[in-house]
């Protein structure tokens, strides 16, 4: 079992950046590839970035790609979202998810229960 809860979000002007953390309990932490989403009001969720067990290989979505950096501290059971050069259309709620593998559809075991990201223009 692991239970992530997620931190840093609040209101930030486009151009600006954001540092996500996500702190994950139990010792098995190593063990899961890592996800992060966000969802917009009124919108479905959406793949962000991942990075595998190791921190070896990381993904993106197309939308941030050069922008955003995923990151983690296996040590310290902490998954890390560096958002630099925000948008309005950043704006959600953003979710870490742990899981068996990378991927980035939904298919992640556990969830955290998400921390708002407001870009104003």
């Given at each position: 079992?692991?239970?992530?809860?997620?931190?840093?979000?609040?209101?930030?002007?486009?151009?600006?950046?954001?540092?996500?953390?996500?702190?994950?309990?139990?010792?098995?932490?190593?063990?899961?590839?890592?996800?992060?989403?966000?969802?917009?009001?009124?919108?479905?969720?959406e793949f962000?970035?991942?990075?595998?067990?190791?921190?070896?290989?990381?993904?993106?979505?197309?939308?941030?790609?050069?922008?955003f950096?995923?990151?983690?501290?296996?040590?310290?059971?902490?998954?890390?979202?560096q958002?630099?050069?925000?948008?309005?259309?950043?704006?959600?709620?953003?979710?870490?998810?742990?899981?068996?593998?990378?991927?980035?559809?939904?298919?992640?075991?556990?969830?955290?229960?998400?921390?708002?990201?407001?870009?104003?223009?």
């Open positions: 079992q692991v239970q992530l809860v997620e931190s840093g979000g609040g209101l930030v002007q486009a151009g600006g950046s954001l540092r996500l953390s996500c702190a994950a309990s139990g010792r098995t932490f190593s063990r899961y590839a890592m996800g992060w989403f966000r969802q917009a009001l009124g919108k479905e969720r962000v970035a991942a990075i595998s067990w190791s921190g070896g290989s990381t993904f993106y979505a197309d939308s941030v790609k050069g922008r950096a995923i990151s983690r501290n296996n040590a310290g059971n902490t998954v890390y979202l958002m630099n050069s925000l948008k309005p259309e950043d704006t959600a709620v953003y979710y870490c998810a742990a899981g068996p593998g990378v991927t980035t559809d939904l298919g992640y075991n556990y969830w955290g229960q998400g921390t708002q990201v407001t870009v104003s223009s």
